[in-house]
């Protein structure tokens, strides 16, 4: 149980620390695609901000869906969620989160599959600006990872939440 509530407490923080940081990265995609605006309207139009834009859109959402989900701001069914009460909530909770763990190792497994790749053989974007695509597998892999393990922690928060158990 200690350790159960220390990997709950340890993940949690993580990610609500690094999903408050993240969170503030919109203003750096505005800044990018502002810059974008603007160059290709009184300059040269600049080769990089699209995919710069790309992928700081990336890592903002991939390292921003744990702090989602611990949150509780991630989509759900409401026709009958809702309406359920906080233990029944967590019975079903228990249930789909298997699937959702399922769905995160397969993706970390292509991810890490895929990164490996990139950094082997130098991978690069194929557009003019032709930059290297592992910075930003690299930041895939530890949000998918991060997510795993945020959902991880909110099973084991409805297995307390269903024994009557206080996290």
Do not use: H
């Amino acid at each position: 149980m200690n350790l159960a509530r220390r990997f709950v407490k340890i993940v949690d923080t993580i990610n609500y620390r690094i999903g408050r940081v993240v969170m503030y990265g919109i203003f750096v995609m505005v800044g990018v695609l502002l810059w974008s605006s603007i160059s290709k309207t009184f300059f040269l139009p600049s080769l990089w901000t699209l995919e710069v834009a790309q992928f700081c859109m990336v890592a903002y959402y991939i390292l921003g869906g744990p702090y989602s989900i611990q949150m509780g701001s991630n989509v759900r069914m409401d026709l009958f969620y809702g309406e359920w009460s906080d233990r029944r909530k967590a019975q079903i909770d228990c249930i789909t989160v298997f699937f959702l763990i399922t769905y995160l190792g397969i993706m970390l497994y292509g991810a890490w599959d895929s990164t490996a790749y990139s950094l082997q053989y130098n991978e690069r974007s194929p557009t003019a600006w032709r930059p290297y695509l592992w910075p930003i597998k690299v930041t895939m892999c530890i949000g998918i990872f991060l997510m795993l393990l945020q959902a991880i922690s909110e099973l084991i928060k409805d297995i307390f939440k269903i024994k009557g158990v206080a996290l």
